[in-house]
């Protein structure tokens, strides 16, 4: 019997230059999507999929999003004496997602090293999920979730989510080679980081989650340079293709890219027709444009 998946790593310490100059003192993951910030929609989708501990791996300079996860007392007593008892249920659900813990990550060395400076959370042999929350997804069931399905019939096998794009695009990304197929997930034989369109073996692109094995670490310690002279995760994700397995899912869902302006906004777009309480006037506004 496979062990219960617990615990999360969330990279977090990126400058999010791309929204200057709104990141300059507020954290890119704390940009809101809807009425949330874009990192609790990342948590909550953890949190949904049986997730107890969110580890983040952040910078000095995020101080909000720790405080956005903390209790905050004088809110909640200032809301009950407005009597306002569903903000009070709001402001409270942060909190109430899971365990959280913060890890510093001096300098930006890339996703490989982010995940490394969680390693001393990860026990020998656990498997693990990693969360990049620029990647927001709109899905029935979250899609953590339906990779842990995949990782119990595999027989705790290790999980990418994956997502199909114009092959024009796959330089990216991260694109699997694959030799089997079974409805929609594949047994990866081969991860290449960012290739050239004609380079490329598929066009079947690593999207933002992962189900990996502690496994990763063998390599992640050698800090081995990769593609834009980083640590790259991709390279050690090659690591598990023989023990535990490698294996990518097509999930359930939409995924939109809010590390740019462009998926940024189509994101709050999305997830606003989603609302039953704005969808209809939201409907009626965008056809005003």
Known sequence: MEN???KAIFPIAGLGSRFLPATKTLAKEML???????LEWAVIEASRSGIEEMIFVTSSKKNSIIEHFNRSLELENLLKKKKKSSQIISVQSQSALGQFTYVIQDEPKGLGHAVWCAKRFIEKNENFVVIL???????????IGQMIEIHKKTGGGSVLALEKVPKREVFKYGVIDFHK???NFYQIKNLVEKPEPSKAPSNLTVVGRYILNYKVFDLLDKHKKGHGNEI??????????????????EFDGNRYDCGNKLGFIEANVKFGLNDKNISK?????????
């Open 133 to 143: 929350p620029d990647d927001i997804i709109l899905s029935k069931n979250p899609v």
């Open 181 to 183: 197929k079974s409805n």
């Open 32 to 38: 809101i999507v809807l009425d949330r910030p874009i």
């Open 232 to 249: 790259q995760l991709t390279d050690s994700l090659i690591s598990l293709i023989k023990e535990p397995g490698l294996f990518g899912l």
């Open 4 to 6: 219960k998946i617990k």
């Open 281 to 289: 006037d939201l409907k009626k506004l965008l056809k005003k444009i």
